[in-house]
């Protein structure tokens, strides 16, 4: 995304993280309007960024799963305690996330 406006980033950027917000909340059944007044964009615009519901929902996934193993990582220690400690990240952070 190099040659892209830097106010497409922002809003590209706005877009996404209102998404995850929205899905956390309402699950992946959340309006593409209610994602746009979230993000505080029109709905062209989320269009404009992610021409289908899928591949938003596809980049809402792979922004929560980031967070996760980026949580995992910061897991250190002995392999079970370390590996325990991972698993309840995953529990508490997703529980966060609602339905």
Same mark, same amino acid.
């Given at each position: 995304m190099t040659d892209v406006r830097s106010d497409a980033r922002r809003n590209r950027e706005r877009v996404l993280a209102a998404a995850v917000e929205a899905v956390a %909340?309402?699950?992946? !059944? @959340?309006?593409?309007?209610?994602? %746009?007044?979230?993000? !505080? @964009?029109?709905v062209a615009t989320v269009h404009r960024h992610f021409p289908s519901r899928d591949l938003l929902l596809e980049c809402v996934l792979a922004r929560m799963l980031d967070g996760v193993v980026a949580g995992g990582a910061r897991v250190r220690g002995a392999p079970g305690p370390a590996f325990f400690g991972f698993l309840q990240h995953v529990v508490e952070s997703t529980a966060r996330r609602g339905p």
């Open positions: %909340a309402e699950g992946t !059944g @959340v309006a593409l309007s209610a994602v %746009a007044r979230r993000a !505080g @964009v029109g």
